[in-house]
T-cell receptor
Framework: DVKVTQSSRYLVKRTGEKVFLECVQDMDHENMFWYRQDPGLGLRLIYFSYDVKMKEKGDIPEGYSVSREKKERFSLILESASTNQTSMYLC?????????FGPGTRLTVT | AQRVTQPEKLLSVFKGAPVELKCNYSYSGSPELFWYVQYSRQRLQLLLRHISRESIKGFTADLNKGETSFHLKKPFAQEEDSAMYYCALSAGGTSYGKLTFGQGTILTVHP
């Protein structure tokens, strides 16, 4: 079974803090993704990575950056958290057939 | 750029009734279409993809290129079908499998 894990289920941070969300997959997938999930907006792609140290912006990259130093780990970084980044964050990794999702991190920025 | 639209935010049916969740897309090339489902307190998971043309949990979806639609159907809804459903599109080619999602439809099946 593919396993995608995310470092935290719930996170509360203050405005202006630097936030790290981590994602680990155990299936040697090359492609990994970060989405945010908001009611009424569905899932929107923030960033993705197609190999170690390789990354590309998704549809809503502003205010975020990513890091992929090892194949199994893909980190999302909020450089200076803001209240409009309060959301559910989903990580996914992709086989040739489908994307496998992590359980999500619900981030609240106060 | 591609776009996926799910016009219904909420859909309620009774157990045993037919259900159809609508999905329309816009994309100039040949897309891959998917339905993902998220049950309560579970992670998002693939339900079906148009290429495999299979039926999963009694659900089917046919890609209609003329109407640019990929509606999800089930003839007899069950209470365990209650969930959030997302339609998604992949552009294929060098898109690395990026998915564009619709807004989602919450399906509630009443007993």
């Amino acid at each position: 079974d593919v396993k995608v894990t995310q470092s935290s289920r719930y996170l509360v941070k203050r405005t202006g803090e630097k936030v790290f969300l981590e994602c680990v997959q155990d299936m040697d997938h090359e492609n990994m993704f970060w989405y945010r999930q908001d009611p009424g907006l569905g899932l929107r792609l923030i960033y993705f990575s197609y190999d170690v140290k390789m990354k590309e912006k998704g549809d809503i990259p502003e205010g975020y950056s990513v890091s992929r130093e090892k194949k199994e780990r893909f980190s999302l970084i909020l450089e200076s958290a803001s209240t409009n980044q309060t959301s559910m964050y989903l990580c996914a990794s992709k086989s040739s057939y489908e994307q496998y999702f992590g359980p999500g991190t619900r981030l609240t920025v106060t | 750029a591609q776009r996926v639209t799910q016009p219904e935010k909420l859909l309620s049916v009774f157990k045993g009734a037919p259900v159809e969740l609508k999905c329309n897309y816009s994309y100039s090339g040949s897309p891959e279409l998917f339905w993902y489902v998220q049950y309560s307190r579970q992670r998002l998971q693939l339900l079906l993809r148009h290429i495999s043309r299979e039926s999963i949990k009694g659900f089917t979806a046919d890609l209609n290129k003329g109407e640019t639609s990929f509606h999800l159907k089930k003839p007899f809804a069950q209470e365990e079908d209650s969930a959030m459903y997302y339609c998604a599109l992949s552009a294929g080619g060098t898109s690395y499998g990026k998915l564009t999602f619709g807004q989602g439809t919450i399906l509630t099946v009443h007993p």
